[in-house]
């Protein structure tokens, strides 16, 4: 059964931070593209950031979150982390982890989410 998982959400103070995995199960997330996206009440999903597992791993980031969150990978545990530092009341949302196996153009593998809460 192919599946992500995330994990490490919580509730934390205005310029705290919280890291973020995504497990793979069930596929090799090296042939994969990984991105963190999010989404707020009310609100439309948003972007947060991508790692390009293979060729060196090419990142990109959102303009929300550059310069406080950083994305990473562990190929030993097929996982990938969102470092989130200086965190603000506006990244309280769920955050996603999604793959997609390029050439496809669209995440087709989804998690179940995790709840970040900031608050002052």
């Known amino acids: 059964q192919v599946q992500l998982v995330e994990s490490g959400g919580g509730l934390v103070q205005a310029g705290g931070s919280l890291r973020l995995s995504c497990a793979a199960s069930g596929l090799t997330l090296s042939a994969y593209r990984v991105a963190w996206f999010r989404q707020a009440p009310g609100k439309e999903r948003e972007f947060v950031a991508v790692?390009?597992?293979?060729?060196?791993?090419?990142?990109n980031y959102g303009d929300s979150v550059k310069g406080r969150f950083t994305i990473s990978r562990d190929a030993g545990k097929n996982t990938v982390y969102l470092e989130m530092n200086n965190l603000k009341p506006e990244d309280t949302a769920v955050y996603y982890c999604a793959a997609r196996q390029p050439p496809r153009p669209a995440y087709d593998v989804w998690g179940q989410g995790t709840q970040v809460t900031v608050f002052l």
């Open positions: 790692i390009l597992w293979a060729s060196g791993g090419s990142i």
